[in-house]
């Protein structure tokens, strides 16, 4: 079974800096997919980037990036210019294809942005 | 604005209640799921339901009881609760059961006293 591993509880960024979330995930398939959800406080979980394994290069959404390590299984989420906005639980996800979507998500890291 | 709405947001129930959650999707997705919430746990995927018909059950205990009545509705009934399935269920819906952008809702926070 897939397992994905978020080691930071919490983090915290000033308005304007850079933060990384760090996220890594075991598995023995080839071919999945991975994803950053990001939960505010309303709790509605929201689609921030996905990543094709099959696909080398980086994901990029505005100030959101992914460093996608497939040999290292690492899946990494940069926040640039960070914003109020960006305050929220942060959760790493992978799902294997198949025909049924299933996403095994990882524990959440929660983002604190300081003035 | 969400395309997925939860009703009610917050619930209080004693473990002899019968309560029903409700999730209704306005995007025209054929396949809807529920996944449970609990604090310091991953989410953890509950049911799928694709095209009206249960495709997964992932050995939830049968105080869960779904229902998928139409493509644009899902419920899920609870009986016998105990404390410990206090959490946040949060419902969402996909394109189809092979498509994995979901779609959440906000999620019914539930109290079992």
């Known amino acids: 079974a897939q397992t994905v591993t978020q080691s930071q509880p919490e983090m915290s960024v000033q308005e304007a800096e850079t933060v990384t979330l760090s996220c890594t995930y075991d598995?023995?398939?080839?071919?999945?997919?991975l994803f950053w959800y990001k939960q505010p406080p309303s709790r509605q979980m929201i689609l921030v980037i996905r990543?094709?394994?099959?696909?080398?290069q980086n994901a990029t959404e505005n100030r959101f990036s992914v460093n996608f390590q497939k040999a290292a299984k690492s899946f990494s989420l940069k926040i640039s210019d960070s914003q109020l906005g960006d305050a929220a639980m942060y959760f790493c996800?992978?799902?294997?294809?198949?025909?049924?979507?299933?996403?095994?998500f990882g524990t959440g890291t929660r983002l604190q942005v300081t003035l | 604005e969400t395309g997925v709405t939860q009703t009610p947001r917050h619930l209080v129930m004693g473990m002899t209640n019968k309560k029903s959650l409700k999730c209704e999707q306005h995007?025209?997705?054929?396949?809807m799921y529920w996944y449970k919430q609990s604090a310091k746990k991953p989410l953890e995927l509950m049911f799928v339901?694709?095209?009206?018909?249960?495709?997964e059950n992932n050995s939830v205990p049968s105080r869960f009881s779904p229902e998928c009545p139409n493509s644009s509705h899902l419920f899920l009934h609870l009986h016998t609760l105990q404390p410990e399935d206090s959490a946040l269920y949060l419902c969402?819906?996909?394109?189809?059961?092979?498509?994995?952008?979901?779609?959440f809702g906000s999620g019914t926070q539930l109290s079992v006293l």
């Open positions: 995007l025209g997705h054929n396949a």
């Open positions: 990543q094709e394994a099959y696909k080398q």
């Open positions: 339901y694709s095209l009206e018909e249960r495709v």
């Open positions: 598995t023995s398939e080839s071919d999945y997919y």
């Open positions: 996800a992978y799902r294997s294809p198949g025909t049924a979507s299933k996403l095994t």
């Open positions: 969402a819906s996909s394109q189809d059961a092979t498509n994995e952008k979901l779609f």
